[in-house]
């Protein structure tokens, strides 16, 4: 017996197509060398409204003496060792100590 029509099913080729897109762009964001040519500011403690100065374990002059790592108020982590004057304000350091109402000095 033969079959009908009805039970074959036809099969066409089938096409896949994959399409991958490049999109290249430029950014602006700073990368690990370009952060090394900032002076960025640490915080090293602070003083409550009705107390003395509270130290936290984040000092530069100690950092640079035993070569220990701080943190700057950016996020960066690093071994201070080159003289600061030498470099501009990290313009992320800069505007975190302006939003915290502190004064800067003009470089």
């Known amino acids: 017996m033969e079959p009908e029509i009805s039970d074959l099913t036809k099969v066409s080729s089938?096409?896949?197509?994959?399409e991958t897109e490049l999109?290249?762009?430029s950014?602006?964001?700073?990368?690990?060398?370009?952060h090394e040519r900032f002076t960025h500011i640490v915080l090293e403690?602070?003083?409550?409204?009705?107390?003395?100065?509270?130290?936290l374990d984040n000092s530069v002059?100690?950092?640079?003496?035993?070569?220990t790592p701080v943190m700057a108020l950016c996020?960066?982590?690093w071994?201070?060792?080159?003289?600061?004057?030498?470099?501009?304000i990290c313009p992320t350091c800069k505007e975190i100590a302006a939003?915290?109402?502190?004064?800067?000095?003009s470089n």
């Open 14 to 18: 089938v096409t896949s197509r994959v």
């Open 23 to 25: 999109v290249v762009t």
């Open 27 to 34: 950014s602006t964001e700073l990368d690990d060398e370009n």
């Open 45 to 55: 403690g602070y003083t409550p409204k009705d107390g003395e100065f509270v130290a």
């Open 61 to 67: 002059v100690g950092a640079m003496i035993n070569s």
């Open 75 to 77: 996020g960066k982590v």
């Open 79 to 88: 071994v201070p060792g080159r003289d600061p004057q030498k470099f501009p």
């Open 99 to 105: 939003s915290l109402g502190w004064s800067l000095p």
